[in-house]
């Protein structure tokens, strides 16, 4: 299930490869990884993760609920990284939101090595967004007055995973090129992992086929 923001943080990673910058004559020139909404369009409980036309060099980041979090952080701050080279990278964003800080933090990682470390969002801490969460991969979940699937993502992920808690460099830097296993009826392991799309049902070469995503 799907939850975030709370004492214990957010991680989420993902493999990504897009070809070239975002082309706005025929892509969206707000293109979307992941959308999370807990349904309620009053009391917003939101985590998205995009790529802007003219800024492919870094992630824009938003956690919010109800009036609390950070909207469109740049991840990392400075860009200046390598995004839409038609290469896979593994990223990874682990989201410290605890109670002993003034504001959210986030770990940033390529390729299972941090680059950026308690990136400072200057936004408010986010209370535990629990429920009925809905989200999207690659295309927007909820945006007042924009129809539910915009900012359609011209790109490849695979390996998507969404965990509830922060991620440590331990963790994130010796599995983020293995799978991840889950527990059995006997042993628990791995319970803090919310979502997880490993996306290995392969491709047909057939387009009205590979059209939908299967896992």
Same mark, same amino acid.
């Given at each position: 299930?799907?939850?975030?923001?709370?004492?214990?943080?957010?991680?989420?990673?993902?493999?990504?490869?897009?070809?070239?910058? $975002?082309?706005?004559?025929?892509?969206?020139?707000?293109?979307? @990884?992941?959308?999370?909404?807990? !349904?309620?369009? *009053? =009391?917003? #409980?939101?985590?998205?993760?995009?790529?802007?036309?003219?800024?492919?060099?870094?992630?824009?980041?938003?956690?919010?609920?109800?009036?609390?979090?950070?909207?469109?952080?740049?991840?990392?701050?400075?860009?200046?990284?390598?995004?839409?080279?038609?290469?896979?990278?593994?990223?990874?964003?682990? $989201?410290?939101?605890?109670?002993?800080?003034?504001?959210?933090? @986030?770990?940033?990682?390529?390729? !299972?090595?941090? *680059? =950026?470390? #308690?990136?400072?969002?200057?936004?408010?801490?986010?209370?535990?967004?629990?429920?009925?969460?809905?989200?999207?991969?690659?295309?927007?979940?909820?945006?007042?007055?924009?129809?539910?699937?915009?900012?359609?993502?011209?790109?490849?992920?695979?390996?998507?995973?969404?965990?509830?808690?922060?991620?440590?460099?331990?963790?994130?830097?010796?599995?983020?090129?293995?799978?991840?296993?889950?527990?059995?009826?006997?042993?628990?392991?791995?319970?803090?992992?919310?979502?997880?799309?490993?996306?290995?049902?392969?491709?047909?070469?057939?387009?009205?086929?590979?059209?939908?995503?299967?896992?």
């Amino acid at each position: 299930n799907l939850e975030f923001g709370g004492e214990s943080g957010t991680t989420i990673e993902f493999f990504f490869k897009k070809d070239a910058p $975002i082309n706005i004559a025929v892509e969206s020139p707000t293109q979307v @990884i992941f959308d999370a909404w807990n !349904g309620d369009a *009053v =009391s917003v #409980g939101q985590f998205r993760i995009q790529l802007v036309d003219g800024s492919e060099d870094r992630f824009f980041v938003t956690m919010v609920s109800g009036g609390a979090g950070f909207t469109n952080v740049q991840v990392p701050t400075t860009g200046n990284i390598t995004i839409c080279d038609g290469e896979w990278r593994h990223f990874a964003m682990a $989201i410290d939101n605890s109670s002993t800080l003034s504001n959210p933090l @986030i770990d940033f990682y390529v390729d !299972g090595k941090c *680059v =950026s470390t #308690g990136l400072d969002t200057l936004g408010t801490l986010v209370g535990e967004v629990t429920g009925t969460m809905i989200a999207n991969i690659g295309a927007l979940r909820y945006f007042p007055g924009v129809p539910e699937g915009s900012g359609k993502l011209s790109g490849s992920i695979d390996e998507f995973r969404f965990w509830k808690t922060k991620r440590n460099p331990e963790e994130i830097g010796r599995h983020w090129f293995d799978n991840v296993n889950g527990g059995t009826d006997k042993y628990s392991a791995n319970i803090d992992l919310g979502v997880y799309y490993p996306f290995n049902e392969g491709i047909t070469a057939t387009a009205s086929v590979d059209s939908v995503v299967l896992d």
